[in-house]
């Protein structure tokens, strides 16, 4: 607050893992050609309801902001938020981070509300803030 500005800088995140939650991911390598390995392609198929639980907490929660982090890549980040603008499914952030990363700088991050995952050995590294969810559930 400064100057008689009221607005809250932080807002609280939910942090949502994109492989697992939202959808599932079957990453196929290129092959070679030309003395060239083709980049890897990624077959994703998403999870209706996670996704229309998206939604729902853009309208009924407008004050959080909804990140989506993937562990695979920057193209799949890439691919992932082009399908969701198409679609129409609200998110502030979606973003490409290694796990090691991530997991190091969450004690920096007092404003993450909960981190939803599917897979339960990443779990136990997010604390209490890790909501575990089971693929293609509602969160």
């Known amino acids: 607050m400064q100057n008689g500005d009221l607005a809250v800088y932080n807002r609280e995140k939910l942090v949502v893992i994109l492989e697992g939650v939202l959808c599932l991911v079957a990453v196929t390598e290129g092959a070679k050609r ?16 996670p996704l229309k639980r998206m939604v729902s907490i853009a309208q009924r929660w407008p004050d959080y902001d909804v990140e989506i ?3 695979v890549d920057q193209r799949l980040a890439d691919e992932a938020a082009e399908y969701l603008e198409l679609a129409g499914i609200p998110y502030d ?5 290694g796990y ?3 997991v190091n700088t969450l004690r920096f991050k007092p404003d993450i509300r909960a ?3 599917s897979s339960p050995q990443r779990l136990d590294e997010y604390g209490q803030a890790g909501h575990a969810v089971i693929r293609g559930e509602d969160f």
């Open 100 to 102: 090691d990363s991530f």
């Open 34 to 49: 030309h003395l060239r390995r083709q980049p890897p392609t990624y077959h994703i198929s998403w999870h209706e309801v």
């Open 115 to 117: 981190i939803y995952d």
């Open 93 to 97: 952030s979606i973003r490409y981070l």
């Open 69 to 71: 982090v993937t562990f």
